[in-house]
């Protein structure tokens, strides 16, 4: 029996575990990236270890979200960022220099290698044929510091491309297809791994936009095979010699099959607020649209904004429509700029913002109040805009041009033949940006402003824990619910007792003050509690507050990971209809943990105010009740090390 392209990659860097379904494995990790906003945390996490440089093969420290200063932090921050890389011997690609992702696709992604990023839309370099995973930082940390990733071995997905896109039709509109068809859940616990003759129609930029946004369907990751178009990309970026050929075995086995003809799909849209309420664009509207945004790691290549050069070129955008444009990284700018594809850009009235993550991430660029925003990016969670009665819909960049130019949601095949932008045969690099670490770290002398606080750790957990019910949220809550983004609250991301102000106020703005006063507590949550960003604040933050546990129906796999990781018991119901019998403010009791979290026993959940008990358990690996016991993995990678 062969093996699939998934299954190839982790036998290569398999360090413990066998590759079954379902049992936990540990990989090799040979690249891992970091972005600011996760960041700051994930350095003074590798800091705490005590490890002096990096072990990997390659590390890079990006600063693209929080790249507005207004005030002192983020620069405060950039200048911790960029000293710490100096020492620990990552490299820093300087604020200005792009998006985390678009950058490591152009300048470090290889093929067949492994990338852990503390980002949750790491995955775009599965493009480029990386099995490439996103995590939190302090994840992260752990494998800069030379250790393996823990993960449950997923299922392997064969997505399998049929036919040829047709025109209008791009890449975004097939990943909307597969969300539409897997929802946010339907990838967790699977890598979705395409395949199919369609795929070689596909550059590597259209295959990065879906594998970034495969991260919307829950997946551990999404991955391309290595192939011609992979070379032709990298022989473009002047790095051919990291190109190898990798593939599935012929008779290669995959847990599961999804098959798309390409030929069939029709611009698409994901309607407010959920990225898999998915609609053909001709069928939602007319729809006024007053913001256009295009850019974010899902769609800001070179060839997006060319193609959104070639659709605006010699037109106006419409007076009711505010148009922003953030290139992914300063190659694309760069190149726009020399071609004169820039000029075209603002003279239709685009406005370019700097490259970066910028309104993706709420930094800037919030729609009017309840103003409808089409936009590129791959999320569109109630808020998270900026704005929070905004309506928020996600498209393809031609759809997004063609909008910005109609004041209406319109589907690009009004406008006639589609433009025809080829991928470069040698794209402008000038790796200037990109900060390679000290010679010598021990010059180097890391620079902590007063944005940088000490690094909260909890304590071992206790044999019982009795809390009260802090909150009681529904399904599909996101981290963005959890730890609100955007341009208050992100620049404090190294401040820990300044964010958790913010713990869950879009939810229930009194929730703070009620987890302080009540000394920490526990959290009922319904299905698919955390999904979204890797934003490991939203658990850091909680277990700062005292959270102890969090009791849900089901969870988002990184999320449930960063839990676990700050010493925050994720648990789960037996019968999800207990989740109906508990109430804000009942005080729950948990006996006996050790025990049974080492039998891997059920747990008894006493609700003392009400006199009823209900059963729930923790489904965790041997590993990850270590990681609980010591109170998280920062603890229990000092103690393995000591
Ligand atoms: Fe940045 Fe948005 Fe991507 S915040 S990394 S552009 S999802």
């Known amino acids: ?109 290889i093929p067949g290698k492994t990338l852990l990023g503390s980002d949750s839309h790491t995955p775009t370099a599965g493009g480029l044929g990386m099995l490439a995973i996103g995590v939190g930082g302090l994840d992260v940390a752990v494998a800069m510091g030379g250790g393996p990733f823990h993960l449950i071995m997923p299922g392997v997905i064969n997505v ?65 095979p290595s192939d011609e178009v992979t070379r032709a990309f990298l022989r473009a970026q002047g790095r051919e010699e990291v190109w190898v050929e990798l593939g599935p075995d012929p008779d290669a086995v995959y847990d599961e099959v999804l098959d798309i003809d390409l030929s069939t799909l029709e611009p698409l849209v994901a309607c407010p607020h959920s990225p898999d309420n998915v609609k053909p664009v001709r069928e939602v509207g007319p729809l006024a649209v007053d913001q256009v945004v295009i850019g974010s790691c899902t769609n800001s290549s070179y060839l997006d904004l060319m193609k959104v050069a070639a659709i605006l070129k010699g037109k106006t955008v419409h007076p009711n429509v505010s148009l922003v444009i953030a290139p992914g990284s300063r190659q694309v700018l760069t190149m726009l700029a020399q071609n004169g594809a820039l000029a075209d850009l603002v003279s239709a009235g685009a406005r370019i913002l700097e490259c970066a993550c910028g309104p993706c991430i709420g930094m800037g660029q919030a729609p009017p109040s309840g103003g409808v925003s089409v936009r590129t990016i791959n999320r569109n969670f109630k808020g998270r805009s900026g704005t929070a009665d905004a309506r928020v819909y996600l498209a393809s960049p031609e ?21 025809v932008v080829a991928l470069p045969e040698k794209f402008h690099v000038d790796d200037r940006m990109i900060l390679p670490p000290a010679d010598n770290p021990d010059d180097v002398e890391i620079v ?8 909260p750790v909890a304590g071992p957990l206790p044999e019982s824990i009795e809390g009260r019910v802090l909150i009681k949220v529904g399904d599909n809550i996101t981290t963005d619910h959890i730890m609100p983004a955007g341009a208050r609250v992100l620049p404090l991301r190294s401040n820990i007792p300044a964010m958790s102000e913010y713990v869950f106020t879009a939810v229930d703005p009194s929730f703070p003050r009620r987890a302080r006063e009540a000394g920490g507590g526990i959290i009922v949550g ?10 490991e604040h939203a658990a850091l933050v909680p277990m700062y507050l005292g959270v102890k546990a969090v009791l849900a ?40 943990l050790h025990r049974a979290l080492r039998e891997g026993a059920e747990l008894e959940v006493k609700n003392v105010t009400r006199g009823f008990t209900i059963k729930a358990r923790a489904q965790l690996t041997p590993r990850q009740v270590e990681i609980i016991l010591a109170g998280g993995l920062l603890n229990y990678t000092r103690r393995a090390r000591a």
């Not at 590798?46 to 929080?66: C, Q, W």
């Not at 399998?160 to 969300?179: N, Q, S």
């Not at 997004?400 to 589609?418: C, K, M």
């Not at 999320?559 to 109430?583: K, Q, S, V, W």
């Open 553 to 592: 129906k089901s969870f988002a796999r990184i999320h449930r990971d960063n839990l676990i990781n700050f010493g925050i018991l994720p648990l789960t119901f037996i019968e999800p209809a207990d989740y109906d019998r508990l109430e804000r403010d009942d005080v729950l009791q948990i006996d006996g």
């Open 526 to 535: 319904g299905e698919n509690y955390g999904q979204g960003s890797s934003r």
């Open 399 to 419: 759809t997004a041009a063609a909008t910005a130019l109609t004041g209406r949601l319109t589907d690009p095949r009004e406008l006639g033949t589609p433009p």
């Open 1 to 109: 029996m062969g093996y699939n392209l998934t299954q190839k990659i982790i036998r290569s860097h398999l360090v413990s575990g066998t590759m079954q379904r379902g049992q936990e494995i540990a990989i090799r990790v040979d690249q891992t990236l970091t972005q600011d906003a996760t960041g700051t945390m994930a350095y003074l996490q590798f800091e705490a270890m005590g490890i002096p440089r990096v072990k990997t093969e390659l590390s890079v420290s990006y600063v693209d979200h929080n790249t507005l200063q207004t005030g002192f932090e983020n620069a405060d921050d950039h200048r911790f960022l960029q000293s710490t890389a100096a020492k620990f011997g990552v490299y820093f690609s300087r604020a200005g220099n792009g998006i985390c992702h678009q950058v490591h696709l152009e300048r470090f992604g």
């Open 448 to 455: 902590r402003g007063p944005n940088i606080k000490p690094l």
């Open 160 to 224: 399998r491309l049929h036919g040829r896109l047709a025109p209008w039709a791009t890449a975004k509109d097939v990943i909307l297809e597969v969300l539409r068809r897997l929802t946010v859940k339907g990838g967790v616990g699977k890598i979705l791994e395409y395949g199919g003759e369609g795929i070689k129609y596909l550059t590597v930029p259209e295959r990065a936009t879906i594998t970034n946004m495969g991260a919307e369907t829950g997946a551990t990751t999404s991955i391309f």
